[in-house]
């Protein structure tokens, strides 16, 4: 980009509508302006020279014009494209799952730094397909609710603060508790976690952003079960990206049985 005159913020793509005959809202996620919409002017016409920059996955520097609190773009240019992604229709939906809640967590106009940089490793290790997708997707939905001040730090017990080897967690409650505080609560449903389950969450609970993805040992699948059920209870929300996941995996492993 030549001449910068406008607001320049980088952003990801977060979401796409479609209005008026050629134009779309864009809902992204940028580094200094938090959440916004913004709307393209043209976008979808095929010359259009900022069309690719403006789609899903997509991480952009963005020159904006704005007017009353609305943006209108004016360039884009890639810094990041994770477009890649939608070759692959499992790490495609999860991508859409990334972007649905990091959309629905972010208020507009508030700047989420953290969240941002999450979002765009957790994009980056879903193209890169090096590790399962799953076990991405747990990682995402832990940190997402670390962000939110919602994940407990599975270092003690939430109640007597001992540290024991197995520590029991309430997938819609806040509180870690050992089987002596657990004993004494009327009691709800627990996740037992103990071993690399609970090393991983002590982890994943502590762990510096850059390093999320370098534990050292895999978790159970209860943690993964764990971290969806309290992610979507204490947003009180069930993602419809979600629900297309599991119909592609479904879809995926009746077909491989079928082989
Ligand atoms: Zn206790």
Redesign the pocket.
Known sequence: MSEKKGIVVNGLILRIADCRENDRMLTVLTDELGKISVLAKGIKSLRNKNRSACQMFTYSELILNERDGFYTLSEAAINRSFASLSEDIEASALACYVSEAVDFVCMDGVPEEEILRLALNVLYMLSEKKTDFYLIKTVFELRLALCLGILPDFS???????R?DTLYFSETGESV??????SQTSNESTVCLTGTSLDFLRYEAACPQKKIFSFACEPGDEVGRLSEKHLTYSLSRRFRTLDFYYEITKLGKSIAEKK
Do not use: A, Q, W
């Not at 003690?156 to 001992?162: A, E, I, N, P, S």
């Open positions: 003690c017990c939430t109640v007597c603060g001992k024991p508790l050992c089987l002596d505080c657990l």
